[in-house]
């Protein structure tokens, strides 16, 4: 059965960090494109990182780039999403997703999301 299980999410102050990972169980993550997208209450969901499956390549939304990294650990067919210098409006619920293609391609398969809240 092809799932992705999402963790890492929480309660942390502003300024802060966060390591959310994304495991997959029934296929091989590195041939897959993973992203994470995020949705707030209110709010449509957005893209926020990609790596690609091809030539691990990595892409950020603006607003997050050079404060969240993302990377694969292969033996671990995990995908791990670090995000530092957190804010207020960073809080949303955080989701992987996986591509057969590439990172601006249909995503199959969701995880469930995790939750987090960026609040002093």
């Known amino acids: 059965q092809v799932q992705l299980v999402e963790s890492g999410g929480g309660l942390v102050q502003p300024g802060g960090s966060l390591r959310l990972s994304c495991a997959a169980s029934?296929?091989?993550?590195?041939?897959?494109?993973i992203g994470w997208f995020r949705q707030a209450p209110g709010k449509e969901r957005e893209a926020v990182s990609c790596?690609?499956?091809?030539?691990?390549?990595?892409y950020y939304a603006d607003s997050v780039k050079g404060r969240f990294a993302i990377s694969r650990d292969k033996a671990k067919n995990t995908v791990y999403l670090q995000m530092n210098s957190l804010r207020p409006g960073d809080t949303a619920v955080y989701y992987c997703a996986s591509s057969r293609r590439s990172c601006g391609g249909t995503y199959d398969y969701w995880g469930q999301g995790t939750q987090v809240t960026v609040s002093s």
């Open positions: 790596i690609s499956s091809s030539d691990g390549n990595t």
């Open positions: 029934g296929f091989t993550l590195d041939s897959y494109a």
